[in-house]
């Protein structure tokens, strides 16, 4: 593990939007500054991700000092969308979890998403992820929160893990969709130097002064059959995570984790961990 250190950075200033490599990001006690504090909401209130549209795959939000955003997307002019005054928010439903978030102010930048997936969203802002929404409690200590993001404030992968995984897909019944990139996967920190899996027996790492304790696998969807250049679906890697990283009924793939203070990552930063 001595040469275990940061490969690449990625947050997603919109969840479900096209993920951004970043050089450094400040890791807040919630995740990465600017990940998923923006997302889409039907109208219903619930959340709208690639699961069921693997359009926003090709949609791209670049932050704005403040925590704005610019959103763009094919065939589309792009907007500029400032953080919402404070205000009265509206309740949004993310995967079983209720939580508090406040609409983009202006109206035409709701008709902009909608028009791009063709059915009516709107753009909602995480004001104070410090208090909004809790981890779940089954694996969290008391006082964790999280942004938008699925479940956890970062996701780690590994790239022998995926290797791994793609020597496998290369034996199996869908070989010609392989190899694939670590794109599928949408994590925010990626990690070079490790044996095949490793993470799988981390309980705590540090990543350059930042110390995480490491909740659970994360359980792998849809999303990740979906390309994320083109927006189109395949069977892999859920065919062959099926066969080969199956636990406890879960497609797992990558670490979930909870920063145990605040700090700054870097591509290039070292990697310790402790099994």
Request: charged share 25%.
């Amino acid at each position: 593990m001595r040469n275990a250190r940061v490969r690449s950075i990625h947050v997603h200033p919109v969840k479900a939007f096209r993920s951004l490599p970043l050089r450094e990001v400040v890791v807040e006690r919630w995740g990465p500054a600017g990940d998923r504090r923006w997302m889409l909401i039907d109208d219903g209130g619930k959340v709208v991700t690639q699961r069921r549209h693997p359009r926003l795959a090709l949609a791209a939000a670049e932050p704005l000092p403040g925590g704005g955003v610019v959103l763009s997307a094919p065939g589309r002019d792009p907007v500029t969308v400032p953080v919402p005054a404070p205000g009265a928010t509206v309740p949004a439903e993310l995967f079983g979890d209720k939580v508090e978030v406040v609409p983009a102010e202006d109206a035409a930048v709701h008709a902009w998403c909608s028009g791009f997936l063709g059915t009516p969203v709107r753009l909602v802002h995480l004001d104070d992820p410090a208090v909004r929404r809790p981890v779940d409690p089954a694996y969290a200590l008391p006082g964790e929160t999280v942004t938008l993001a699925d479940g956890y404030p970062l996701l780690l992968t590994t790239t022998a893990s995926l290797d791994r995984l793609n020597s496998l897909i290369a034996q199996g019944a869908h070989a010609d969709e392989g190899p694939l990139p670590m794109s599928r996967f949408r994590p925010n920190v990626v990690i070079e130097g490790t044996e095949a899996w490793a993470e799988d027996r981390w309980t705590r790492v540090t990543i350059g002064a930042v110390p995480f304790r490491v909740a659970e696998p994360c359980g792998r969807c849809v999303v990740t059959t979906t390309d994320q250049d083109s927006a189109q679906r395949g069977r892999e890697p859920l065919h062959t995570l099926g066969r080969h990283r199956s636990v406890d009924g879960r497609l797992v793939f990558g670490q979930n984790l909870v920063p145990l203070s605040s700090g700054t990552l870097r591509v290039g930063d070292p990697l310790e961990a402790v099994a």
